[in-house]
């Protein structure tokens, strides 16, 4: 089991990042491990690069002092990604590039690390779990509580997916335990829209498509719909979910226009398709129910090339179901 705390021993500067368009789990592990090290590591410089998220997260201790602009430093003694591989890094990769030594803690489905010290996991259903394990449970504290519980909320969608076990129900246990108010931070973080964000919800559920006999949906916001209502790519989470909660859907798709030709792409499953290898196939990754990547090409490109893959994978579930 990695040791957070030898790896980390004599290091004077220690950076934290996650993904590009940081999510629950990414804010609550980066926020959680950096609360952490401060604590257990007071001589050290302990610092957190991500672009800046969503404003729903600002409860969560550190958030203010997140660094989003990314200036040119020094090499870092310890530099760590969490919850992604070094691609999807943004411009936070050059500081993981140059460190003297880099540390991968991730639960996305994967081949390799991406560290000089690895530790991944695919079956945990959130990086938060991950860190929560490599923490010493007696240095944690109300505000590692927060944070951590966040992640792990967004990851498994409030303890409903199929990631959740017995072990994410009694790491939530412990962290109610920390005297956090978990029903306004469910409330605020995951169910809580802005009236905008409910308006563009809307729109996408009466434009959506349904397509492969009604087993797969697909919904679209172009650039020009986000200009109209002031809005970012940040007030487009959870429309994926909405999509995939529709009677007989097997498989959502969600995607929104990042550039004249281009779209990123959210995808979500019941039970019978993988995900995450559809979006792989397309240079994306996740896991087997939530995965995403982004694509090239017109609205109809994108949605016929991820037609094919996912109805390959539903006649290979349905004709394995009959023999
Ligand atoms: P979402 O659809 O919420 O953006 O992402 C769903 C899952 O897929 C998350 O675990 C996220 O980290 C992963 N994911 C989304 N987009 C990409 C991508 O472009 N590349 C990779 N490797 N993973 C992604
Ligand atoms: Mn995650």
Not at 40 to 63: N, R, T, W
Not at 212 to 224: A, E, H, P, T, Y
Not at 234 to 246: P, T
Request: glycine share 10%; net charge negative; proline share 2%.
């Amino acid at each position: 089991m990695l040791d957070l705390l030898k790896e980390c021993r004599g290091a004077g500067r220690i950076g934290i990042s996650g993904h590009t368009r940081p999510d629950g789990d990414c804010v609550g592990a980066t926020l959680g491990l950096w609360m952490y090290l401060k604590k257990c590591l007071p001589e050290a410089s302990v610092e957190v690069y991500l672009e800046k998220p969503a404003e729903i997260f600002q409860k969560i201790k550190g958030y203010d002092e997140i660094i989003s602009d990314f200036p040119v430093r020094e090499p870092f003694d310890v530099f760590f990604a969490l919850d992604t591989d070094a691609e999807r890094m943004g411009d936070a990769g050059k500081y993981f590039r140059s460190a003297k030594k880099t540390i991968n803690i991730d639960h996305h489905l994967r081949q390799s690390g991406s560290g000089d010290v690895n530790h991944l996991d695919p079956s945990s259903g959130s990086t938060c779990e991950l860190i929560y394990d490599l923490m010493d449970e007696d240095k944690m504290d109300r505000d590692i509580a927060l944070a951590l519980y966040t992640g792990i909320i967004h990851d498994t969608g409030v303890f409903q997916y199929s990631c959740t076990t017995p072990a994410t129900m009694q790491k939530g246990a412990k962290l109610i335990g920390f005297g956090i108010d978990f029903p306004e931070l469910i409330q605020e973080t995951f169910y809580q829209k802005t009236y905008v964000q409910a308006q563009i919800l809307g729109r996408a559920l009466m434009e959506s498509i349904r397509f492969l006999d009604g087993r797969c949906i697909v919904s679209s916001v172009d650039r020009k719909t986000l200009d109209f209502y002031n809005a970012s790519f940040k007030d487009l989470e959870g429309i994926v979910n909405q999509l995939r909660n529709i009677k007989g859907v097997e498989c959502a798709v969600f995607m929104y226009q990042t550039g004249v030709l281009e779209y990123k792409i959210s995808l979500r499953s019941s039970e019978k398709v993988n995900v995450a290898e559809v979006a792989s196939f397309f240079g994306g990754g996740g896991h087997a129910r939530a995965a995403g990547c982004t694509m090239t090409g017109t609205f109809h490109d994108c949605v016929n090339n991820l037609s094919a893959r996912i109805e390959a994978q539903l006649n290979d579930y349905e004709s394995a179901g009959v023999i």
